[in-house]
């Protein structure tokens, strides 16, 4: 799968966004991931908020996955394992 | 280009030929003078954070001008989800700088300047809206910094403009030519403007019809001929001059600076003048700079203070006593008083408009609640933070004194706390509360935010004239049973 990685701004990080989505590419290193574009094509669109505000906007027509925390990293990391080829 | 690099920001500066003074002397190269850099640094922090895509969300958006996608920095805002970014944004600057980082002036005079020349040329059939878009078209390409420049020296205080006894005591066009005018004047405590490609200046109060020579804006190069800057000292500076400068700065990484620029008849062309002698404009313009600059000071000043915060907590890890009780009730006030200022930043601007020209304005009564809270709140902050670092932060002695062969082992033994705590730990922790509370750092965090856009008065005033106190009036004697008859 193609997986568009995008990010809050940052402001109010309650985690290490940078390395949670460093270790969902390593450890789900069957897919690719780019960053997110408004108008890209992407079959997955992982959304990395640094809070609960979740205040970072991706087109409605993306399937989209919010990474809150490093447990949310984890399961996401699951379930992009779960449909890798 | 629409973007550039931290590299590149960098590089463009030292192709500026600014006369930059201190101490007397003018300075050779400004982007690599020991005092100056940090400033610098600060000012960089808004290239590099573009650069990085975990932060992208908040430091760029696409231009209405150009369709590119530019740095936030130099963007018009389009609605009130854009005003609330600019908070956001202003507050992780703060938190990654620990100072001052120098850019907004430019943002908020640019998006005053535009809706209010849309608003003078409806009424005076000019074309300065035309001409202001098409500058800051290419200020958006070149991704460029601003200095906002406001603040003329006043000269004595109870008299306008054309009443002083020095004409040059707010900033003037001495001469109307063909293919422009040349300005003579100064401005005060510019921030950032060593670190600014640009500046772009507006007149510093409402004026009357006989002040028509002073109700002036343009924009020129920070080099243009003509110009020239003094860089305003600040309490600790020279450490930074001391040999491998590093744990006595506190923050030896980034700073502020302000200058007094000089407009020595300096030449502005046609096509950068964006106000001329059209006086009922000046107020518009002078409140809603204000106003955009008010707001931001419940971003950038929350972002310091967060830094602030987490340092009296370490410090007080450090001493031992984070578990006191009334250590803990001190850092919930800390943040309580943090909070509320960024509350008021995000207030105003999701209550915020849209202008006639089409880019979005932010609550002018609630941005002025804004910057009174600041003209207060950072001080307690800054008490509250001195109160649990304890007087060491004043007393300790240079770290050249630790690191002597001497000295040091006394002070390692003595100044020694928590276990497991690195003396140099303590000694950095506490040496940055001091550089914010009260080093060079202050400037931004305390003096900055009492007299920074406009000094506590001055929202007051703007207090007063949004207060709709007739609705409240009325309010009160609907609800007291009060029935006038009117004759």
Not at chain 1, 36 to 49: A, C, W
Not at chain 2, 304 to 324: F, M, R, T
Not at chain 2, 380 to 406: C, H, N, Q, W, Y
Request: hydrophobic share 35%; aromatic share 8%; proline share 3%.
């Amino acid at each position: 799968m193609t997986v568009g990685v995008k990010y809050c701004g940052g402001c109010n990080a309650e985690y290490e966004r940078v390395r949670a989505v460093e270790r969902i590419k390593s450890e789900a290193s069957g897919h690719t991931f780019k960053p997110y574009k408004d108008g890209g094509v992407f079959d997955k669109v992982i959304v990395i908020v640094g809070c609960g505000k979740a205040c970072a906007k991706v087109g409605e027509r993306h399937e989209v996955v919010y990474i809150g925390s490093e447990a949310d990293a984890t399961s996401a990391i699951a379930m992009l394992k779960s449909t890798e080829g | 280009m629409g973007v550039m690099t931290r590299a590149q920001y960098i590089e463009s500066l030292e192709k500026l030929n600014m006369k930059v003074y201190m101490f007397g002397e003018l300075v050779d190269k400004p982007t690599e003078h020991p005092i100056i850099v940090p400033s610098m640094n600060s000012l960089a922090m808004t290239y590099a954070l573009a650069e990085k895509a975990e932060h992208q969300d908040l430091m760029l958006a696409k231009s209405t001008l150009n369709g590119e996608t530019i740095n936030r920095f130099n963007y018009l805002h389009q609605s009130s989800e854009d005003l609330i970014k600019k908070i956001k944004m202003q507050r992780l600057l703060g938190q990654k700088t620990g100072a001052c980082f120098q850019r907004c002036v430019g943002m908020d005079a640019a998006n005053a300047m535009f809706n209010t020349t849309f608003e003078m040329d409806e009424k005076h059939g000019t074309d300065y809206h035309e001409k202001f878009t098409k500058y800051w078209r290419y200020i958006q390409q070149k991704d460029y910094t601003v200095d906002g420049a406001m603040t003329d020296p006043k000269g004595d205080r109870s008299l306008p403009p054309t009443k002083q006894i020095d004409p040059d005591m707010y900033l003037r066009i001495v001469e109307r030519r063909d293919d422009g005018i040349v300005v003579r004047g100064a401005k005060m405590h510019q921030t950032g403007m060593v670190n600014s490609h640009e500046v772009l200046v507006m007149p510093t109060i409402a004026m009357r019809e006989e002040d028509k020579d002073y109700a002036v804006s343009f924009a020129v190069p920070s080099d243009a001929n003509g110009i020239l800057m003094i860089y305003g000292r600040q309490s600790c500076d020279t450490r930074k001059m001391e040999d491998n400068a590093d744990v006595d700065l506190g923050n030896c990484k980034f700073g502020g600076h302000e200058v007094v620029v000089i407009f020595d008849d300096v030449f502005v062309p046609n096509e950068r003048i964006f106000m001329n002698g059209e006086t009922e404009f000046a107020g518009m313009l002078v409140e809603r700079f204000a106003g955009y600059h008010r707001s931001s000071y419940g971003g950038c000043k929350v972002g310091v203070g967060d830094v602030l915060i987490g340092a009296a907590a370490l410090a007080a890890e450090y001493n031992g006593v984070p578990k006191a009780s009334h250590i803990k009730d001190k850092l919930i006030e800390m943040v309580h008083l943090n909070e509320t200022l960024y509350s008021c930043g995000i207030a105003c601007s999701a209550e915020g408009s849209k202008t006639k020209a089409g880019n979005y304005i932010i609550d002018m009564l609630l941005a002025n609640i804004c910057k009174q809270n600041v003209t207060r709140f950072p001080y307690e902050i800054a008490r509250l933070a001195e109160d649990i670092a304890g007087g060491l932060m004043v007393t300790m002695p240079s770290d050249k004194d630790f690191k002597d062969e001497k000295l040091g082992k006394y002070l390692e033994k003595y100044l020694k706390g928590a276990d497991g705590v690195p003396v140099e730990h303590r000694q950095r922790i506490l040496r940055l509360i001091e550089n914010i509370s009260l080093g060079t750092a202050a400037v931004g965090y305390r003096t900055e935010s009492m007299h920074g856009a406009g000094s506590p008065q001055a929202q007051r005033i703007m207090i007063s004239r949004q207060s709709n106190m007739d609705m409240k009036k009325a309010l009160a004697k609907n609800i007291a049973g009060i029935i006038e008859l009117t004759q």
